[in-house]
C-alpha cells in the first residue's frame, strides 16, 4: 500500500511497516493524545511541577531492539508502496 493508505490504517489503530525496513519486529504506531500533570524530569525543571501539558497525537516507532523511539517520515517512506499491516505475531522480534 502506499503511504496515504499507510497513514489511514494508523490513524484507524493498525501496525504498519515497510517491506524494505531490514530491522525484525520494526513498525510505526499511533500514539493518542492525552493530558497530564508534569511529574517527572526533565519537564519539572523546565516547565514547573503540576503543569498541565497537552500531548499532541504522533506516530512512535518500534525500533528492530524492541525501544519505542518518536518517528517521521523520511521523503523515501512517504514515495515508497511497499507499506503492510502488521499482526501481533508478526511484530515479535
Not at 494508523?10 to 504498519?16: A, C, H, Q
Not at 515497510?18 to 523546565?46: C, D, H, T, Y
Request: charged fraction near 20%; charge should be negative.
Amino acid at each position: 500500500m502506499n503511504f496515504s493508505d499507510a497513514l489511514n490504517a494508523i490513524k484507524e489503530g493498525k501496525r504498519l511497516a515497510r517491506a524494505g525496513w531490514n530491522g525484525k519486529g520494526m513498525f510505526v504506531f499511533l500514539v493518542a493524545g492525552s493530558n497530564f500533570r508534569v511529574s517527572r524530569e526533565p519537564l519539572p525543571s523546565i516547565l514547573g511541577e503540576g503543569t498541565e501539558v497537552t500531548y499532541r497525537p504522533h506516530i512512535d516507532m518500534r525500533a528492530a531492539d524492541g525501544s519505542i523511539v518518536p518517528w517521521l517520515a523520511s521523503q523515501t517512506d512517504i514515495m515508497a508502496d511497499d507499506w503492510n499491516v502488521v499482526g501481533i505475531t508478526e511484530t515479535a522480534a
